[in-house]
Protein backbone atom coordinates (compact mmCIF):
# COMPACT_ATOMS: atom_id res chain seq x y z
CA UNK A 1 0.00 0.00 0.00
CA UNK A 2 2.76 2.08 0.74
CA UNK A 3 4.21 2.07 -2.93
CA UNK A 4 0.80 2.47 -4.43
CA UNK A 5 1.01 5.71 -2.18
CA UNK A 6 4.16 7.32 -3.45
CA UNK A 7 3.07 5.82 -6.77
CA UNK A 8 0.04 8.13 -6.73
CA UNK A 9 2.10 10.95 -5.17
CA UNK A 10 4.55 10.98 -7.98
CA UNK A 11 1.54 11.15 -10.61
CA UNK A 12 -0.10 14.16 -9.17
CA UNK A 13 3.19 15.68 -8.69
CA UNK A 14 4.34 15.63 -11.92
CA UNK A 15 0.57 16.83 -13.70
CA UNK A 16 0.86 19.79 -11.67
CA UNK A 17 4.51 20.77 -12.24
CA UNK A 18 3.55 20.10 -16.14
CA UNK A 19 0.51 21.84 -15.43
CA UNK A 20 2.13 24.82 -13.95
CA UNK A 21 4.95 24.90 -17.09
CA UNK A 22 2.18 24.47 -19.50
CA UNK A 23 3.59 21.59 -21.39
CA UNK A 24 0.62 19.59 -23.13
CA UNK A 25 2.56 17.22 -24.57
CA UNK A 26 5.12 16.64 -21.82
CA UNK A 27 1.77 15.67 -19.66
CA UNK A 28 0.67 13.31 -22.34
CA UNK A 29 3.89 11.49 -22.68
CA UNK A 30 4.50 11.33 -19.12
CA UNK A 31 0.85 10.14 -18.30
CA UNK A 32 1.65 6.91 -21.20
CA UNK A 33 5.00 6.14 -18.96
CA UNK A 34 3.20 6.22 -15.72
CA UNK A 35 0.41 3.98 -17.21
CA UNK A 36 3.15 1.47 -18.19
CA UNK A 37 5.11 1.82 -14.92
CA UNK A 38 1.39 1.10 -12.75
CA UNK A 39 1.00 -1.79 -14.86
CA UNK A 40 4.08 -3.16 -13.78
CA UNK A 41 3.77 -2.38 -10.43
CA UNK A 42 0.49 -4.21 -10.65
CA UNK A 43 1.60 -7.08 -11.88
CA UNK A 44 4.23 -7.40 -9.27
CA UNK A 45 2.14 -6.77 -6.61
CA UNK A 46 -0.06 -9.70 -8.16
CA UNK A 47 3.16 -12.10 -8.73
CA UNK A 48 3.74 -11.36 -4.77
CA UNK A 49 -0.03 -12.39 -3.71
CA UNK A 50 0.58 -16.03 -5.69
CA UNK A 51 4.15 -16.87 -4.65
CA UNK A 52 3.60 -16.19 -0.77
CA UNK A 53 3.62 -19.46 0.76
CA UNK A 54 5.97 -22.19 2.24
CA UNK A 55 6.91 -25.98 1.87
CA UNK A 56 8.32 -28.45 4.26
CA UNK A 57 11.67 -30.38 3.43
CA UNK A 58 14.20 -32.06 5.75
CA UNK A 59 12.72 -30.96 9.15
CA UNK A 60 12.70 -27.33 7.87
CA UNK A 61 9.69 -24.74 6.77
CA UNK A 62 10.86 -22.72 4.26
CA UNK A 63 8.60 -19.58 3.96
CA UNK A 64 8.40 -16.91 1.16
CA UNK A 65 6.44 -13.78 2.03
CA UNK A 66 6.98 -10.47 0.19
CA UNK A 67 9.82 -11.57 -2.22
CA UNK A 68 12.00 -12.94 0.95
CA UNK A 69 12.66 -16.40 1.54
CA UNK A 70 13.50 -17.19 5.25
CA UNK A 71 14.40 -21.12 6.42
CA UNK A 72 13.48 -22.14 10.47
CA UNK A 73 13.64 -25.72 11.98
CA UNK A 74 10.59 -26.85 13.08
CA UNK A 75 12.00 -28.16 16.34
CA UNK A 76 12.38 -24.31 17.04
CA UNK A 77 8.48 -23.75 17.15
CA UNK A 78 7.04 -23.69 20.81
CA UNK A 79 3.57 -22.92 20.08
CA UNK A 80 0.62 -22.71 17.73
CA UNK A 81 -2.50 -20.75 17.35
CA UNK A 82 -4.72 -21.61 14.99
CA UNK A 83 -7.52 -18.61 14.27
CA UNK A 84 -9.96 -17.62 11.69
CA UNK A 85 -8.05 -16.26 8.56
CA UNK A 86 -8.51 -12.35 8.05
CA UNK A 87 -5.26 -11.29 5.69
CA UNK A 88 -4.84 -7.71 6.61
CA UNK A 89 -3.15 -6.72 4.02
CA UNK A 90 -5.40 -7.97 1.20
CA UNK A 91 -8.61 -7.17 3.20
CA UNK A 92 -9.56 -10.72 2.24
CA UNK A 93 -11.87 -13.13 4.05
CA UNK A 94 -10.90 -17.02 2.77
CA UNK A 95 -14.02 -18.90 3.18
CA UNK A 96 -15.40 -22.66 2.56
CA UNK A 97 -18.57 -23.98 2.21
CA UNK A 98 -18.36 -26.80 5.24
CA UNK A 99 -21.84 -28.36 6.93
CA UNK A 100 -23.80 -26.39 5.51
CA UNK A 101 -22.75 -22.79 5.79
CA UNK A 102 -19.78 -20.96 4.63
CA UNK A 103 -17.03 -20.57 7.40
CA UNK A 104 -13.42 -19.12 7.77
CA UNK A 105 -10.38 -21.38 6.78
CA UNK A 106 -8.56 -21.89 9.81
CA UNK A 107 -5.02 -19.61 9.71
CA UNK A 108 -2.12 -21.55 11.67
CA UNK A 109 0.89 -19.36 13.19
CA UNK A 110 3.70 -20.94 14.47
CA UNK A 111 5.70 -19.30 17.39
CA UNK A 112 9.86 -19.29 17.52
CA UNK A 113 9.74 -17.72 20.96
CA UNK A 114 7.45 -18.32 24.61
CA UNK A 115 4.28 -16.22 24.31
CA UNK A 116 1.93 -14.53 26.66
CA UNK A 117 -1.13 -17.11 26.24
CA UNK A 118 -2.50 -14.58 28.97
CA UNK A 119 -3.49 -12.23 25.64
CA UNK A 120 -5.80 -14.39 23.92
CA UNK A 121 -8.33 -14.92 26.75
CA UNK A 122 -9.52 -11.40 26.72
CA UNK A 123 -12.64 -10.85 25.37
CA UNK A 124 -13.02 -10.52 21.84
CA UNK A 125 -15.42 -10.81 18.75
CA UNK A 126 -13.36 -12.92 16.77
CA UNK A 127 -9.79 -14.40 17.17
CA UNK A 128 -8.65 -14.10 13.56
CA UNK A 129 -5.27 -13.70 11.95
CA UNK A 130 -5.10 -9.47 12.22
CA UNK A 131 -5.32 -9.66 16.14
CA UNK A 132 -2.87 -12.81 16.07
CA UNK A 133 -0.03 -11.75 14.09
CA UNK A 134 -0.54 -7.93 13.98
CA UNK A 135 -1.68 -6.79 17.27
CA UNK A 136 -1.21 -9.18 20.22
CA UNK A 137 1.91 -10.62 18.83
CA UNK A 138 2.90 -8.22 16.69
CA UNK A 139 7.05 -8.39 17.69
CA UNK A 140 7.14 -11.88 18.06
CA UNK A 141 9.22 -14.21 15.49
CA UNK A 142 6.52 -16.02 13.55
CA UNK A 143 5.46 -17.89 10.55
CA UNK A 144 1.64 -17.80 9.48
CA UNK A 145 -0.16 -19.31 6.48
CA UNK A 146 -3.59 -20.89 5.43
CA UNK A 147 -3.93 -24.36 6.42
CA UNK A 148 -2.90 -27.15 4.37
CA UNK A 149 -3.00 -30.74 4.82
CA UNK A 150 1.07 -30.75 4.41
CA UNK A 151 1.26 -29.57 7.86
CA UNK A 152 -0.76 -32.65 10.09
CA UNK A 153 2.25 -34.41 10.18
CA UNK A 154 4.09 -31.50 11.74
CA UNK A 155 1.18 -30.96 14.32
CA UNK A 156 0.21 -34.59 14.91
CA UNK A 157 3.94 -34.75 16.40
CA UNK A 158 4.02 -31.46 17.78
CA UNK A 159 4.76 -31.40 21.73
CA UNK A 160 4.11 -27.33 22.27
CA UNK A 161 1.29 -25.53 23.86
CA UNK A 162 -1.50 -25.34 21.14
CA UNK A 163 -4.49 -22.66 21.20
CA UNK A 164 -7.22 -22.70 18.90
CA UNK A 165 -10.08 -20.19 18.43
CA UNK A 166 -13.24 -21.84 19.63
CA UNK A 167 -15.25 -20.84 16.34
CA UNK A 168 -12.62 -22.92 14.16
CA UNK A 169 -12.68 -25.85 16.57
CA UNK A 170 -16.27 -25.72 16.25
CA UNK A 171 -16.13 -25.52 12.24
CA UNK A 172 -13.53 -28.32 11.83
CA UNK A 173 -13.84 -30.63 15.19
CA UNK A 174 -13.32 -33.79 12.94
CA UNK A 175 -9.99 -32.50 11.79
CA UNK A 176 -8.93 -30.85 14.97
CA UNK A 177 -9.66 -34.63 16.74
CA UNK A 178 -7.84 -35.76 13.89
CA UNK A 179 -4.68 -33.90 14.29
CA UNK A 180 -4.22 -33.52 17.91
CA UNK A 181 -6.08 -36.74 18.78
CA UNK A 182 -5.73 -37.02 23.05
CA UNK A 183 -3.27 -34.20 23.23
CA UNK A 184 -3.66 -31.26 25.94
CA UNK A 185 -4.87 -28.08 23.36
CA UNK A 186 -6.52 -24.96 24.61
CA UNK A 187 -9.96 -23.47 23.21
CA UNK A 188 -9.81 -19.88 23.44
CA UNK A 189 -13.45 -18.92 23.30
CA UNK A 190 -14.71 -16.25 20.61
CA UNK A 191 -17.88 -14.45 19.61
CA UNK A 192 -17.22 -15.45 16.11
CA UNK A 193 -16.89 -13.10 13.03
CA UNK A 194 -19.58 -12.01 10.33
CA UNK A 195 -19.04 -14.61 7.05
Same mark, same amino acid.
Given at each position: ?15 V??? /? ?9 I ?9 A ?6 I ?37 I ?33 L ?6 ? /? ?68
Amino acid at each position: MRGLAIYCGLILGIIVILK /LTGDRYGIVSILVLLEYVGIAFLLVYGIGFFIDGYYIQDEKIVYYHNFKRRKKDLSEVKSVIISNIYLYRRNLRVNIYKNGKFVHCPWITLFFEEIDAGLLVKDRKE /LNTLKVEHQLYKNCSKYGFIYKNNMDKFLMNFTGEVYIAKTVYLNFEEEMKKLFGAKVIYIISDMGGEN
